[in-house]
T-cell receptor, first 112, second 114 residues
Framework: LAKTTQPISMDSYEGQEVNITCSHN???????ITWYQQFPSQGPRFIIQ???TKVTNEVASLFIPADRKSSTLSLPRVSLSDTAVYYC?????????????FGQGTELSVKP | SQTIHQWPATLVQPVGSPLSLECTVE??????LYWYRQAAGRGLQLLFY??????ISSEVPQNLSASRPQDRQFILSSKKLLLSDSGFYLC?????????????FGNGTRLTVT
């Protein structure tokens, strides 16, 4: 199982771009990388997912280098409402379920 | 569209009492189902997952158990709660038919064991 490592916390200001990097050195060939956002007392919410290179959607971008041993979630122009915990999840979710182990996450604090 | 329901939202139970948390998914068939626990602070601990009716894989044996009596129903149980069982319990599902289906979480149950 791929173990993930993220910074425990990050601070930013409104309007800035925030990049959160996740290390997953033992990622397996079939593993995908998925990022989630969690607000207090709520379940995590899916943000973005990728396998390699770059993926972009309406809220974020995900950059994955060729060796796939890390990934970076990029949040453009953050606002106060982006204050949350962000989790990187690496796993073979195409394998009809199975162990999906979360890391400790990154607590992002956006200040005015 | 698919939805996931968890109840109750909050629960206060004395030590030694039984527990039953229920989770149901609508709008999909044969989902993969998961129970996670989040203690104070952070970290999502995987407790159980299931790829089909009656198929349960346990990651944390302890005093908790899970059952899947129907395709879209997942139940977390305990015969005797411990103080250490307090936490935020989250149910999640992913598609059993599609590759790369992300997890979709319910709103959680906040359990306090007193």
């Amino acid at each position: 199982l791929a173990k993930t490592t993220q910074p425990i916390s990050m601070d930013s200001y409104e309007g800035q771009e925030v990049n959160i990097t996740c290390s997953h050195n033992n990622i397996a060939t079939n593993d995908y990388i998925t990022w989630y956002q969690q607000f207090p007392s709520q379940g995590p919410r899916f943000i973005i997912q990728g396998y390699k290179t770059k993926v972009t959607n309406e809220v974020a971008s995900l950059f994955i280098p060729a060796d796939r041993k890390s990934s970076t979630l990029s949040l453009p122009r953050v606002s106060l409402s982006d204050t949350a915990v962000y989790y990187c999840l690496v796993g073979d979710i195409g394998n009809q379920g199975g162990k999906l182990i979360f890391g400790q996450g990154t607590e992002l604090s956006v200040k005015p | 569209s698919q939805t996931i329901h968890q109840w109750p939202a909050t629960l206060v139970q004395p030590v030694g009492s039984p527990l039953s948390l229920e989770c149901t998914v609508e709008g999909t068939s044969n989902p993969n189902l998961y129970w996670y626990r989040q203690a104070a602070g952070r970290g999502l601990q995987l407790l159980f997952y299931s790829v089909g009716i009656g198929q349960i894989s346990s990651e944390v044996p302890q005093n908790l158990s899970a059952s899947r009596p129907q395709d879209r129903q997942f139940i977390l149980s305990s015969k005797k709660l411990l103080l250490s069982d307090s936490g935020f319990y989250l149910c999640a599902w992913s598609s059993g038919q599609a590759n790369n289906s992300p997890l979709h979480f319910g709103n959680g149950t906040r359990l306090t064991v007193t």
